[in-house]
């Protein structure tokens, strides 16, 4: 039976077990999808009870992600508590149905993938075509994979089996083939590329995840790098860790509400957490390979990481900031070793006061990291006087979260 609601009564709607969301004036009851959720579940539950149409189309969803939405659309959305109903309802969402849509969508994309790939391998004018496709995932062939860590062990199997497990965390380099030497990824500064896999349960069954990652901007054409630090309990991060050569991934992009301009600011403060320097690296390059053309955008970096063996890519960093008067960076480490000159423990608001600019409309704060510390940050900004965080970022916003 149809619900129509105004915002106000949606808002009621906003917990695990009775959730709705908004979008372009519909109603949605998203509680028994949480799980299912291919882009994880807290992007859910950030938004419950609210309008989550800018998000849902960030988010760039595929066909398939909308004919699930289909099944979940309860109501319209009332501008006044008098407004009519605009049309008929469908039936009420069934969590076994939408499961089952959602492994049909994982399906179709695999479909689309060898689709695509062959088109792509074809030596015609494609050749300078970027490879990424927002809508579509395609396949990109492990070449090169190479520890960067080495306080870590990581235990393999010999054939892909995902019994396997690692004894702790590792981060590695990996570098993927494009389908020809001289074909690029095609992203822009400051956006991300999703990866998706469909990974096996404890019950048998396949489940589809989807997640960012950044790749390095010292890339050639024919390849791209990705630095990533797999989690032993981890779905993705741990899937790639286990890889071999030879094996295959399905990316699909580019994605992101922020990319980097030429001045498009006067100074940027960001804060980092461990893997989370991989979009800040991008822009901070970017910056500087613009300096002769006349970016003068200045940048203050401070990096966070638990101890000084995790601090990844402190050498390129460190000759950024020698080379170049408009970028510095400041290192915060939890547990120091004897000696330590920089910041200790977590980020702080003083750390935040000293090193980064004061707000102003020119000044704008870049975050990524784990999601306790990008909580913490969107708090300690807004006291120190930067705008309130949007839960999920819009490219516009002075807190910017990626
Ligand atoms: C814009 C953007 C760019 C990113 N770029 C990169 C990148 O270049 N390289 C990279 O390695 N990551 C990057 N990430 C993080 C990445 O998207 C995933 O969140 C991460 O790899 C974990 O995914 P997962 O599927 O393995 O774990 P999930 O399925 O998300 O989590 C499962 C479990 O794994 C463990 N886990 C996951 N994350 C953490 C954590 N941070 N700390 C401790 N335990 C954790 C927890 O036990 C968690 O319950 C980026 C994220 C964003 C938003
Ligand atoms: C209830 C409505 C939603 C449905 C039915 C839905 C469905 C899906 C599906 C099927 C995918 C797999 C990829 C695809 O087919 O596009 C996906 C991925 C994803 N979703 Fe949603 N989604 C919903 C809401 C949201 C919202 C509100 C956000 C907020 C940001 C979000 C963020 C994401 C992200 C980040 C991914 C990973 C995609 C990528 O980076 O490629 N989703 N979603």
Known sequence: MAQDLTPAQVLFHNTRTDLYLTIRGKIYDASGFL???????????????????????DAGHSEEADEILGDMLIGQLLTSADAAPMSQIGESTKATNIALKVKEAANNVTVKVKEVVVGAIK???????????????????LIEKTAISHNVSMYYSPVHDFS??????????????????????????????????????TDGTLKEFVRSYTPLSDDEPGSFRLLIKSYPTGNISKHIGLLNLGDSIRIRGPKGAFQYRTNMVRHFGMVAGGTGITPMLQIIEAVHQGRQLGDKTQIDLV??????????????????????????????LDKPPPGWSGGTGYVTGEMIAKWLPKPAKDVRILLCGPPPMVGSLKKITEALGFDRASPVSKSEDQVFAF
Do not use: C
Request: glycine letters at 8%; zero cysteines; aromatic letters at 8%.
């Open 123 to 141: 030596p015609s004018t494609r050749t300078s075509q970027p490879f990424l496709v927002p809508t579509a995932f395609r396949e990109t062939e």
């Open 164 to 201: 396997s497990h690692m004894l702790t965390s590792v981060r590695q380099s990996y570098r993927f083939k494009l389908p020809l030497p001289d074909v690029t990824l095609g992203l822009p500064i400051g956006q991300h590329v999703s990866i998706g896999a469909e990974l096996p349960q």
């Open 35 to 57: 799980e299912e959720h291919p882009g994880g579940e807290e992007l859910l539950l950030d938004l419950a009870g609210r309008d989550a149409t800018e998000a849902y189309d």
């Open 303 to 332: 990096f966070a990481n638990v101890a000084a063996e995790d601090i990844l890519l402190k050498g390129r960093l460190d000759e950024l900031a020698k080379m170049d008067d408009g970028f510095r960076v400041h290192y915060v």
